[in-house]
């Protein structure tokens, strides 16, 4: 009975796992997309600051596309369907756009750092500026992404079995694939939040050193304007989103790395990379809501789409309306000739009973 309970328990966790992957996959596919046609629909508008958040859309839907398709369908068998091979590029494609996502945050941190702590220079910041940086991210992610297949460090299944990633059992043995971790954890997670912190700490106190002055001068605040406010808002709600998914899985794989990997339980490697995972979700909810003029356009999208859907439905209630009667009346004009024929002859038969049903059939 205890095996049976226990057999229970683990079945019930999984479908748990498997039904919260589906919901994260489909809101994060919904979510990113909606984000990048709001910005397409309003390309010749956009700010370079913004080209930033973006591209985290675009790390964000290309990591649920190459990712929970083929982790969904390992969980219904509970092991990894696709090789190898696929594996490997299953975990490149996990690295590469968490790393790009990362990289682009802390690149974000930093243009919001200079444009409200120096605006003489951060006034300058144009698009290509932005693009350049971006190019720059993708690059460092890249890096990152190739090194496993190099042979610096090495990729496989995630100790649950249903996932790939890191092979965290050989960088516990080996010093190669040691290395390549700690190298991850110091360029990859300790640098960015170093320079996200201090940049954001940095804002922080230009904002309230200007906004000190002014109350001394009785001034209305002019130090920032609104953009840069809603900016730096959604950059530190990102931030902090991102920091509370990855940062359990950073500290799982410094575990692994120095620890005795073996009594590492499994669900202690899922539940941070579901959490990782969780991160393409945060960025366009959050980005949609304090951006007003994106909440703006979606609302009115999403309007509109509604008057366009119920338009349809009643469009195609009365074209089945309109099909309907031309056969009632053609079936009525039978029926009326049908019986005016058995009442001009001279048969004693009745004319047939003709039903609502008869009529329709």
Not at 285 to 296: G, K, V
Request: glycine share 4%; with cysteine; net charge positive.
């Amino acid at each position: 009975s205890d095996r049976c309970s226990g057999s229970n328990d683990s079945n019930i966790r999984k479908k748990n796992a498997r039904s919260w992957r589906n919901t994260k996959g489909m809101c994060s596919l919904f979510g990113n997309s909606t984000l990048l046609y709001i910005s397409y629909k309003k390309k010749n508008v956009l700010k370079p600051a913004e080209y930033f958040i973006i591209n985290l859309a675009v790390s964000d839907l290309g990591l649920t596309l190459s990712l929970y398709p083929m982790a969904i369908t390992s969980s219904f068998y509970h092991r990894w369907l696709y090789g190898k091979t696929v594996c490997s590029v299953y975990a490149f494609c996990g690295m590469l756009f968490g790393i790009c996502s990362l990289t682009t945050l802390t690149l974000l941190s930093m243009v919001c750092f200079v444009k409200v702590c120096y605006p003489l220079y951060g006034n300058r910041f144009n698009s290509v500026h932005g693009r350049l940086l971006i190019a720059c991210a993708w690059v460092y992610a890249l890096l990152f992404a190739c090194s496993p297949l190099a042979h610096w460090g090495e990729y496989g299944p995630e100790p649950y079995g249903t996932a790939c990633c890191i092979d965290w059992r050989l960088s516990n043995q080996l010093s190669t694939a040691r290395s390549y971790t700690v190298a991850l954890f110091i360029f990859c997670y300790i640098l960015p939040c170093c320079a996200i912190l201090a940049s954001y700490t940095g804002i922080l106190l230009a904002v309230h050193a200007s906004r000190r002055t002014m109350e001394q001068h009785a001034l209305r605040p002019t130090h920032m304007s609104s953009i840069q406010i809603v900016i730096v808002k959604l950059s530190v709600a990102v931030c902090i989103g991102f920091f509370a998914a990855w940062s359990p899985y950073a500290v799982v794989s410094m575990w692994a790395a120095f620890g005795h990997v073996e009594n590492i339980p499994p669900m202690a490697f899922a539940m941070p990379a579901m959490f990782a995972k969780s991160s393409t979700i945060y960025n366009p909810i959050i980005y949609l809501m304090l951006r007003p003029n994106f909440r703006r356009m979606v609302c009115s999208d999403l309007g509109a789409l509604c008057q366009v859907s119920m338009k349809g439905c009643i469009c195609s209630q009365c074209q089945v309306k309109c099909c309907l009667k031309p056969k009632i009346r053609v079936r009525l004009r039978a029926v009326q000739r049908q019986t005016i024929h058995f009442a001009s002859s001279n048969s004693p038969a009745q004319p047939p009973i003709v039903t609502l049903k008869a009529i329709l059939s």
